[in-house]
């Protein structure tokens, strides 16, 4: 199996290869210490799993994990993080991460990194008792206006999960064309520049 490590601090990236790798099935085959490197390596050493923190300079994991996964579906990606931040979690949940662990919990990453190997989905105790309450209360929450319609917001959230033009347009029984204009719309109106950039806007802003 093999393994992105994606962590600021240096010596966490150094200490989760010498973790990793005392199985001698498993391979750390690359290490990154941002978003930006995150995407960078995903894309040139095309890891089994990515096992990522959240809080980042530059770009974040949850941005991070938005750009990957909008371009490659089936990308595994296995959160890890000091924090049990509810938005946190709840932005892992809806962006399709396979799990989400704390760092004191070490044990765990080996077992953790081989179950969404296998495709299955691990979250740590302290966040399964959470997240009903959470997803509830995201439901509930009253989002930012944005001065976005109904059916921008729903335009957004399909672009969100990667769907190309076309599929968007099937999804909405709307024209390709149509597709492309309301979106050139969308992006003038939010100020942002490309498709990437909406997906996050909707990460951040929307859920």
Do not use: W
């Not at 894309?43 to 949850?62: C, H, N």
């Amino acid at each position: 199996m093999k393994i992105l490590v994606v962590d600021d601090d240096r010596l966490v990236c150094a200490s989760l290869k010498t973790i990793i790798e005392s199985q001698g099935d498993i391979e750390v085959i690359g290490m990154g210490h941002n978003g930006q490197e995150a995407i960078a390596l995903y894309k040139a050493l095309k890891p089994d799993v990515l096992l990522m923190d959240i809080r980042m300079e530059v770009m974040t994991g949850l941005e991070a994990a938005v750009v990957i996964l909008a371009e490659e579906k089936e990308a595994k990606i296995l959160f890890l993080t000091t924090f049990l931040d509810d938005e946190y979690i709840i932005k892992a949940l809806k962006i399709g991460a396979k799990g989400y662990l704390i760092k004191q919990d070490f044990e765990s990453i080996v077992p953790s990194l081989r179950a969404v190997q296998s495709g299955q989905s691990v979250f740590g105790q302290d966040i399964v008792t959470k997240i009903p309450g959470l997803m509830s209360n995201s439901a509930q929450k009253e989002q930012h206006n944005f001065d976005l319609s109904d059916k921008e917001r729903e335009l957004i959230d399909l672009v969100a999960q990667g769907l190309s033009n076309r599929e968007v347009a099937n999804s909405l029984y709307l024209s390709e064309g149509t597709v492309r204009n309301r979106i050139s719309v969308i992006l003038e109106k939010l100020n942002l520049r490309d498709r990437t950039q909406l997906a996050i806007f909707f990460y951040k802003n929307l859920i």
